[in-house]
């Protein structure tokens, strides 16, 4: 399984599509389209929100989880999107458990951002919070749910009623159309009828026929509800163990997971970033690492590696190995630095705080190392082509570093958007 190891946005997209080569089967279990993937297949750049990345391979089965909220028009768009791009042969699968987005969960999405002062994540506005309150609150509509009038009514009924008044309560005088939603949610539901399933039961056919599965994770650790920068993140929970509970497998299951961190580190949304970096050297590297969120067009901040946050999501998510990505885009720095622990009033903080005070007023204790040399795209993946060590020396010592840090093994090095700029490690010594 793959999972963001920092705030999300570690370039998981381009890591998971080039494990999804060997998989028969990829998996989202958390998140909604608060997510954005990229990927780059072939000559075609996909972007998506909902989809599974796996989608655009012919041999993969893409599954949509029980851990997921679903916005059934949006999801609609993105399969007509894939359509367009001459991807019509897909296999999709959708739980029929995975909760939806309602009309009304953006709207309360947006109000209680307002209500929040200085406490707002600064959410994508996609309704993700509210649709997941309302799935514990038990106010939600499951996707199996679009495909029975009767309960739909039922469930519809009760949720609009109270959504209603919410709603009113915080300021927003706007009728909910009762009839509208059930005939469109209904029709909508028609039209996804064929992909939506047991996938729980689908799951375990697989496991028990030896198939290899993957687990791709949304957003990142650090964003986690439990174990991120809480109240600064999202609603569903964004660690490995997230896959076996979103999807309806044991955790036993997954043999393998692998963490995904940029060789730097970004943020989009508010919240505490110790690492962050407001000059120059942030501004390169957001121009350079096109660092603008692909679902929101928002500005990324950008900062140092901050390693007691990484090896943070070591632990809460037993990462057996790292992806690191994006390392050319720290090309031309003529120093580097890493964030290897923090200081608050005076004192040096032991790992990674929860209290968002003290992270916010952290101050990083940084190494420095030796950049290296800015390097054009193809240069970059002529490198990939001869291999790991064929990386510019102090590439090679930061790499260690981290390795060294964290103490698991780096399996893939990705060093530019294309599928040939990445080195694979797998099958060096110590790596799997
Ligand atoms: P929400 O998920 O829309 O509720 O947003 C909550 C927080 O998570 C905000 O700070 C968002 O910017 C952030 N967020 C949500 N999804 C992603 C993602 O895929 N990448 C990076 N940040 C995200």
Redesign the pocket.
């Known amino acids: 399984m793959v999972v963001g190891a920092q705030?999300?946005?570690e370039g998981k997209g381009k890591v998971i599509d080039f494990y999804a080569a060997e998989a028969d089967v990829v998996v989202r279990f958390n998140?909604g389209n608060?997510?954005?993937h990229t990927i780059m297949f072939g000559d075609l750049e996909f972007k998506f929100h909902l989809l599974p990345s796996g989608i655009v391979r012919k041999n993969v089965t893409a599954v949509m989880g029980n851990g997921m909220v679903i916005d059934p028009d949006v999801l609609l768009k993105e399969i007509a999107y894939l359509r367009s791009k001459g991807v019509s042969s897909f296999k999709l699968l959708i739980s029929e458990r995975a909760q939806v987005i309602m009309p009304y969960h953006p709207v309360v999405?947006g109000l209680e951002e307002s209500l929040k002062g200085s406490l707002k994540?600064?959410?994508?506005?996609?309704g993700?919070?509210p649709a997941y309150s309302d799935k514990v609150a038990r106010f939600g509509i499951t996707m199996g749910d679009l495909l029975d009038e009767k309960l739909l009514a039922q469930k519809l009924g009760a949720a609009v009623a109270a959504r209603q008044r919410l709603m009113a309560a915080y300021g927003r005088n706007e009728e909910l159309q009762f009839q509208k939603m059930l005939k469109d949610h209904l029709k909508m539901g028609g039209q996804l009828k064929k992909y939506i399933t047991n996938v729980s039961s689908f799951l375990n056919t697989a496991i028990r026929e030896g198939k290899n599965i993957l687990f791709e994770g949304?957003?990142?650790t650090l964003?986690d509800p439990d174990h991120g920068t809480y109240p600064?993140?999202?609603?569903s929970n964004a660690v490995a163990g997230a896959a076996a509970v979103g999807s309806g497998i044991g955790p036993r299951a997954i043999d393998w997971v692998i963490g995904v961190s940029k060789a730097y580190t970004t943020?989009?949304?508010?919240?505490p970033f110790p690492t962050e970096l407001r000059d120059d050297i942030g501004e390169h590297i957001r121009k350079v690492g096109c660092e603008f969120?692909t679902?929101?067009g928002?500005p990324r901040r950008c900062g140092w590696l901050d390693m007691p946050a990484l090896a943070h999501a070591v632990d809460v998510n037993g990462l057996d190995a790292l992806a690191i990505t994006k390392l050319d885009v720290l090309g031309g720095l003529r120093r580097i630095k890493m964030a290897v622990g923090y200081k608050h009033a005076g004192k040096r903080l032991g790992g990674f705080p929860s209290n968002i005070r003290v992270l916010g007023e952290a101050e990083p204790v940084y190494k420095e190392m030796d950049g290296w040399d800015a390097l054009k795209t193809e240069k970059w993946t002529a490198l990939a082509k001869e291999g790991y060590d064929a990386l510019p020396d102090a590439a090679l010592e930061y790499l260690a570093f981290i390795k060294g840090e964290l103490g698991i093994p780096i399996e893939l090095v990705s060093i530019g958007p294309s599928r040939e700029a990445t080195i694979d490690l797998r099958g060096m010594p110590g790596i799997r």
């Open positions: 705030w999300g946005d998140g608060n997510a954005g999405d994540a600064g959410t994508t506005g996609r993700i919070g949304a957003q990142g964003l600064y993140v999202t609603s943020r989009v949304g508010e919240g969120g679902t929101t928002r």
